[in-house]
């Protein structure tokens, strides 16, 4: 059974271009979030998806920043016109079930860097 | 949201047990305490959560005081790789999907 996956792991833009950061959930997941984790620092929250519905999208950039977990395929988290504070490590995590106190379950990230 | 505090750092030795400690004076009774491990360059993983009672398995213990303001992650015999930063984190079970991240306990374990 396959783990939570991400791609890329690694990702370099420079100012103003666009990245996108791709997550495919857990085998029989519906529910996919996203964290963004600046060096030393613990995770925050971004937004909540689950297939095709944006659930909660408060912890999310008002502007530039954007995520869709359609019907088939992966979630993407889509950056526009990148700048280097958006520079940091952005985890997707997914979990069977809303409100469920089981764990999320992880990926390995993607470590975006911007020049 | 109730928050959590935990020490920046802790040192242990390899093969000897290690305690975590997590204050959260603020829970509330629907609040389940979560513990997450992060390894170097690598996404957080699950170890362990807990309501009320004392949990086991495979990884940890979760030893939680009666009155709920505290809570403690035991690791019965470190190994090496078992260094890492370990979150305590609480999730309100009723409404709440959200992990409210804090900085963490790195834990360093000694040869």
């Known amino acids: 059974n396959a783990g939570v996956m991400q791609n890329p792991r690694h990702l370099v833009r420079r100012r103003g271009q666009e990245a996108r950061l791709r997550c495919s959930p857990m085998?029989?997941?519906?529910?996919v979030y996203w964290y963004r984790q600046l060096p030393e620092e613990g995770l925050k929250f971004m937004v909540y998806?689950?297939?095709?519905?944006?659930?909660?999208e408060s912890g999310m950039p008002k502007e530039r920043f954007s995520a869709e977990f359609p019907k088939e395929g992966p979630s993407i988290l889509r950056i526009q016109q990148v700048v280097r504070g958006d520079s940091a490590a952005y985890f997707c995590?997914?979990?069977?079930?809303?409100?469920?106190?089981?764990?999320?379950?992880f990926g390995p990230g993607t470590r975006l860097t911007v020049t | 949201d109730a928050k959590t505090t935990q020490p920046n750092s802790m040192e242990s030795n390899e093969e000897e047990p290690v305690h975590l400690p997590c204050n959260h004076s603020?829970?509330?009774?629907?609040?389940?305490i979560h513990w997450y491990r992060q390894l170097p360059s690598q996404g957080p993983e699950y170890v362990i959560h807990?309501?009320?009672?004392?949990v086991n398995n495979r990884m940890a213990s979760l030893a939680i005081a009666e009155d709920r303001k505290s809570s403690t992650l035991i690791l019965h015999r470190a190994t090496l790789r078992d260094a890492a930063v370990y979150y305590c984190?609480?999730?309100?079970?009723?409404?709440?999907?959200?992990?409210?991240w804090g900085a963490g306990t790195k834990l360093i374990i000694k040869p």
């Open positions: 995590a997914s979990s069977p079930r809303l409100a469920d106190p089981y764990e999320q379950y």
């Open positions: 085998k029989g997941h519906s529910h």
């Open positions: 998806l689950q297939k095709e519905n944006i659930i909660d």
């Open positions: 603020t829970i509330s009774g629907t609040d389940y």
């Open positions: 807990g309501l009320t009672s004392n």
């Open positions: 984190i609480l999730r309100d079970g009723v409404s709440n999907y959200q992990l409210i």
